[in-house]
C-alpha cells in the first residue's frame, strides 16, 4: 500500500491550499482516510477523517469551519482543502488509511490508522 501526499508549499496567513493524497495497493474506496499534521517540535494531531462512503465526516476544533476533507473514490485520492490559513496551522501533513476495513465510525486516533504517506510541508508566514 502506497500514500502520496502532495500540495503543501509557503503561503500566506488567510490563504489556500488544498492537499491531495494518492492511494494504491488496498481497496481505497473501503477506507476511511484521515489527515494529520506535526507541528515544529509538536506531536502529531488529528485533523480531519472521512468515512469510505463519504457520509461521515470528523474535524479537530481548531481547523472547523477552515478545512475541508473530501475524497473521489473513483482516483483513490483524499483531499483536504485549507483555507484562511494560520501560522499555527505550519506543519507537516500526513494522510492515513485506516486499520479496519468498511469501519462505519470515523477514527481519530494514530494507532487506527495503519498506512501513512510521507508528508508534505505547509508553511504558513505571517
Known amino acids: 500500500v502506497q500514500l502520496q501526499a502532495f500540495g503543501g508549499g509557503l503561503v500566506q496567513t488567510g490563504g489556500f491550499l488544498r492537499l491531495s493524497c494518492a492511494a494504491s495497493?488496498?481497496?481505497?474506496?473501503?477506507?476511511?482516510m484521515g489527515w494529520f499534521r506535526q507541528a515544529p517540535g509538536k506531536e502529531r494531531e488529528f485533523v480531519a477523517a472521512?468515512?469510505?462512503?463519504?457520509?461521515?465526516?470528523s474535524y479537530a476544533d481548531s481547523v472547523k469551519g477552515r478545512f475541508t476533507i473530501s475524497r473521489d473514490n473513483a482516483k483513490n485520492t483524499v483531499y483536504l482543502q485549507i483555507n484562511n490559513l494560520k501560522p499555527e496551522d505550519t506543519a507537516v501533513y500526513y494522510c492515513?488509511?485506516?486499520?479496519?476495513?468498511?469501519?462505519?465510525?470515523?477514527?481519530?486516533?494514530?494507532?487506527?490508522?495503519?498506512?501513512w504517506g510521507q508528508g508534505t510541508l505547509v508553511t504558513v508566514s505571517s
Open positions: 495497493g488496498r481497496t481505497f474506496s473501503s477506507y476511511v
Open positions: 472521512i468515512s469510505w462512503s463519504t457520509s461521515s465526516t
Open positions: 492515513a488509511s485506516d486499520r479496519v476495513w468498511g469501519r462505519l465510525v470515523v477514527p481519530t486516533m494514530e494507532q487506527q490508522y495503519d498506512y
